[in-house]
């Protein structure tokens, strides 16, 4: 018998995939750990399962590369939970013993690990950890709302820990006016910010009562939670320093016992900033003294209101701290959204995330409750968000919204009208700041309202309906730098349309002249054939291109699939379209209906 196709003699060293690639029951051999272990590991340091090409295993086995494997080998942290289990089992010992004492001292004395060195590993710079910061901003406001849970350990404990860790950073975006973008969608609420120039997106689910499934595997989510909440504490706590705050934080007992962290951590900003930039008056005063006089401060501001929840106070005490510190021209934008704007909150609407995005943009917000700014009865107010159909007792002096023309306000940076949103009302459509329309080819008619709105907000010049943004660019830019008249930037976007059209004509002469049909002839032809008739498919266009032939299998393939790509959009795009003409036909039958009663 001859010998098998991939024989290796004994002693032989292995090469190509085999050499580079282990199975994940190679790689515990080689750690020496549990699965469990090995698991955490593999999640702090950031080692991910690889697909070689070849799989020198099968296809039924998980394969990391093998210096992942050597990476995780040499670390510290390794040790660390090997010492770890042989403790667990002395205390599985004395358990077993019965020696309850030396059990309980046992577990009085065990050992911890910390990821600081792993988080320093893993990210060098700041820059480096705000760019990875979505998963966890999404992770930890996640587990800030679930319940407590022992069966899968999830402890009192690390909830707290979460909403703390929540609560301090949209105090910081909110009090640095960060926010960009708001959109609320049935998984939650979806915010983007911007910090030292890195776009940060994460979700936030809706303060409901969250149902636990047994399809998940917490052990492995709660692993990454560990990560996740030691990662936003550098950063918070690097955050908070940029700005010359002491972290953490030492929040109010009063207002947190109300469940009023954020406003209370908004105080926090404004009093440790006061005590930063006051200098000591005696410089041997002993430690008590200086606590006592921060309490103090901070009580003072609590009871007599200090213009700590004025629009724009912790900016002002950060420029007078550090002269460095500058705003961009859309963080000044977003400072002055909601200027001398006092909103107040009623008990239905969701009072966290909009006592989160208000103060984000330079409004004064309050709520139904102890512990409040003011009273609902206060003639100040300019807005109250209300989200139900009726109304009892109105006051004349403000205006009465649903809390969605607050978001759609911030993705606008403009000031909507009211009346659409006002209660009782259906408001328009939620339209979603992350997606570009002029991309996706359908541009809702509330985007072109808002549009407009923007444009009357800022003077600026629009293009005439019917045509495109692309076809009048040059000359709009002109137009809009007083280079040339209206009349003039109308024939220079007609010729250019023009010239497109020569273009294109000439292009497909080209084609005809490339396949051997005289363009005469089949300028005959397509006059005596309807002018509704329908476009031809995607793959007789591309099977008419004469390049498409010159293209390797591999670029045909991407051409295709883009080609694809396009087909699918427009067919969605003909989707909404046809959505939009029934709604309109379902209003106007509604419409004729009403009146046909009326008569």
């Known amino acids: 018998m001859g010998k098998p196709k991939h024989y290796r ?6 090469e190509g995939n085999a050499a580079r690639y282990v199975t994940r029951s190679q790689a515990i051999k080689i750690l020496q750990v549990s699965l469990s272990d090995f698991r955490k590991l593999c999640i702090h340091k950031g080692v991910f399962p690889r697909e070689p090409k070849k799989k020198v295993k099968g296809n039924h086995h998980t394969y990391y590369h093998l210096k992942d494997v050597m990476y995780i080998l040499h670390d510290p942290l390794l040790e660390k939970f090997r010492e770890i289990r042989a403790y667990q089992r002395k205390i599985k010992k004395a358990k077993a013993k019965k020696n309850d004492e030396l059990a309980k001292l046992l577990l009085s004395r065990a050992p911890s690990y910390r990821l600081d060195m792993v988080i320093r590993d893993r990210y060098p710079t700041f820059i480096d950890a705000l760019r990875d910061l979505d998963d966890p901003l999404t992770m930890v406001h996640l587990f800030a709302m679930l319940p407590a849970i022992d069966r899968l350990k999830i402890e009192v404990k690390r909830i707290h820990n979460c909403r703390r860790l929540c609560h301090e950073w949209q105090a910081y975006i909110s009090r640095t006016h960060k926010l960009r973008k708001a959109f609320v969608a049935v998984k939650g609420i979806y915010y983007q910010a911007e910090v030292d120039g890195q ?3 994460w979700l936030a689910p809706h303060a409901r009562q969250q149902v636990l499934t047994d399809d998940v595997d917490f052990n492995v989510m709660l692993t990454f939670l560990e990560f996740y909440e030691a990662l936003l504490g550098f950063v918070n706590f690097q955050l908070y320093h940029s700005v010359n ?3 953490p934080p030492i929040l109010d007992p009063r207002l947190e016992a109300l469940a009023a962290d954020l406003y209370a951590l908004s105080r926090y900003f404004d009093a440790n900033h006061r005590a930063v930039v006051q200098e000591p008056q005696v410089a041997g005063s002993s430690r008590s003294e ?9 009580l003072a501001q609590l009871q007599h209101q200090l213009p700590a929840n004025e629009p724009g106070a912790l900016m002002h005490l950060v420029q007078d701290a550090s002269s460095e510190i500058e705003e961009d021209e859309t963080t000044r934008n977003c400072k002055i959204l909601f200027q001398n704007k006092k909103i107040f909150l ?3 609407v969701p009072r966290e995330s909009l006592l989160f995005v208000i103060p984000a943009f330079g409004g004064i917000v309050s709520w139904e409750g102890d512990g409040a700014p003011f009273a609902e009865s206060d003639d100040s107010i300019t807005h109250q968000i209300v989200d139900r159909p009726t109304q009892g007792h109105v006051y004349l002096s403000r205006e009465y919204v649903q809390p969605q023309w607050v978001y ?3 993705n606008a940076r403009i000031i909507l009208p009211t009346e659409p949103y006002m209660v009782g009302r259906d408001p328009p459509p939620h339209l979603s700041p992350f997606v570009d329309d002029e ?3 359908y541009v809702p008619d509330y985007a072109k309202t808002i549009r407009q709105l923007q444009a009357a907000a800022k003077s600026d010049i629009q293009p005439l309906p019917g045509t495109g943004n692309d076809e009048l660019d040059n000359s709009q830019n002109m137009l809009a730098e007083g280079f040339i008249n209206r009349t003039e930037a109308m024939e220079a976007a007609e010729k250019k349309q023009e010239m497109m059209l020569l273009e294109k004509q000439y292009h497909n002469e080209l084609k005809m002249e490339l396949q051997g049909v005289s363009s005469i002839n089949k300028l005959n032809s397509e006059d005596t054939k309807s002018k509704k008739q329908s476009l031809p498919d995607v793959e007789e266009q591309s099977a008419e291109d004469p390049s498409r032939l010159m293209m390797s299998r591999k670029k ?5 699939a883009i080609e694809m790509g396009k087909q699918q959009k427009k067919e969605r795009v003909e989707k909404l379209k046809e959505r939009k003409r029934n709604i309109e036909a379902a209003q106007k039958s509604e419409k004729k209906h009403r009146k046909a009663q009326v008569s």
């Open 245 to 247: 705050v002491k972290y």
């Open 290 to 298: 200086q606590e006592q006089e921060e309490s103090d401060l901070r």
């Open 9 to 14: 003699p004994p002693g032989k060293k292995k």
């Open 408 to 410: 759609d306000c911030i």
């Open 199 to 201: 776009k940060i997106t």
């Open 346 to 348: 009623s008990r239905e």
């Open 439 to 441: 991309a996706e080819g």
């Open 556 to 560: 045909r393939g991407l051409y295709k």
